[in-house]
């Protein structure tokens, strides 16, 4: 049976972000879990996330890289809590930056993985760095600083 | 009568772009325009582009400045070579890093103006550094390194 995904313990009042939410049918829904010590994500893009013909636009890359991330800081949180991410109060985090460089076209068509990993976690701050790839070629690396939500906006549903 | 915009000159093979591409039926087609020394470029979000109720979610705002600011690299190459935006060859320019520092919560529902500034043109790279206002308010600042595509890519269409 396929783990749940870090996405699926959000609560419903943070699960409409166009990027990572469950509850948004718009959006990517994409869905974020543990490898060993790393997070993992796929996504294929749509034919229209282009940028120029047969290659995806930054944009994307960026989106994926920033809610794979404030996922990963929310999984990681949770693991340095000692917590499973169904208890409450939740660990929802914000992005306050988001660093994308873009090495080579990243090729449109095939599935990209996103791979975290924890840089760093101190107090309500969690930097993860990610690198995005297409057919086990690297074709951009990410930095996410990542910030915890307030406590009294953890709770809203 | 209105100007065109940048994105109305770039040549119909670059034009595709679900951030910018005025051929791409489902994506933003943003705009961008001349404003004194200045780029801006505004753009009003859908419901579904939301983060938290109430607010834009971050991959969006990524994409905004992404395209504004390779829009105003592009313009800026032309202005420096003293030439119009629709001489040959085409002058276009992807991006090699993007930054953004999210400084506050934007909020969904209103138009974003996006405003850039040329801060270094340097061979064939440009720096461009934006914000990301709502109602008059700085909400987002974002630096990007847009890097001209190469001359045999450049007269594709």
Redesign the interface.
Known sequence: MQERAFQDYYPD??S????C?RL?P??HQIKSYWDGEDTICTFTPRP??????GYV????I???I??HSTGTASAAAYKAAGRPMDSLPPLRF?????????LR?TPLGVPLLVRGRIKEIKGRKVIVETTLSAEGEVCARGEVIAVQVPEHMQG?S
């Open positions: 009042g943070w409409h972000c166009y990027g939410g948004n718009d959006g229209e996330h282009i940028a120029i013909p636009y930054g944009g994307l960026a989106s994926l920033d809610c914000l992005t306050a930056a988001l660093k994308v460089d873009y076209p809203e």
